[in-house]
């Protein structure tokens, strides 16, 4: 099970951090990636971290966003800084047993969605 948390409302270059507590599995065995789903948008790739610390980005977040884990606390974080409006969007974390994918359909345990809202 994955729950995320953090969302809200925030003007455009501000900061939000989310978090996404996870229960049920290894968590030290997953990688974990954060999409976000914008309204008449399809889900899209935002970040991933893999079980050791690998991590990718997609190229509209790079250099804006951080992931990270702490295998300790079962949570995977993402730091999002000069956030745009753009970045508008239900944002999701999932797991999967293997490495990182940029593809939502490969991910087969979603937490249930943060709503992040950028104001211009």
């Known amino acids: 099970q994955l729950q995320a948390c953090g969302g809200g409302l925030v003007q455009a270059g501000g900061s939000l951090r989310l978090s996404c507590a996870a229960s049920?599995?290894?968590?030290?065995?997953?990688?974990i990636g954060w999409f976000r789903q914008a309204p008449g948008k399809e889900r899209e790739f935002v970040s991933g971290?893999?079980?050791?610390?690998?991590?990718a980005y997609a190229d509209s977040v790079k250099g804006r966003f951080t992931i990270s884990r702490d295998n300790a606390k079962n949570t995977a974080y993402l730091q999002m800084n000069n956030l745009k409006p753009e970045d508008t969007a239900v944002y999701y974390c999932?797991?999967?047993?293997?490495?990182?994918?940029?593809?939502?359909?490969?991910?087969?345990?979603w937490g249930q969605g943060t709503l992040v809202t950028v104001s211009s």
């Open positions: 971290i893999s079980w050791s610390g690998s991590t």
């Open positions: 999932a797991a999967r047993r293997v490495g990182i994918s940029y593809y939502a359909s490969d991910f087969g345990s």
């Open positions: 049920g599995f290894t968590f030290d065995d997953y990688a």
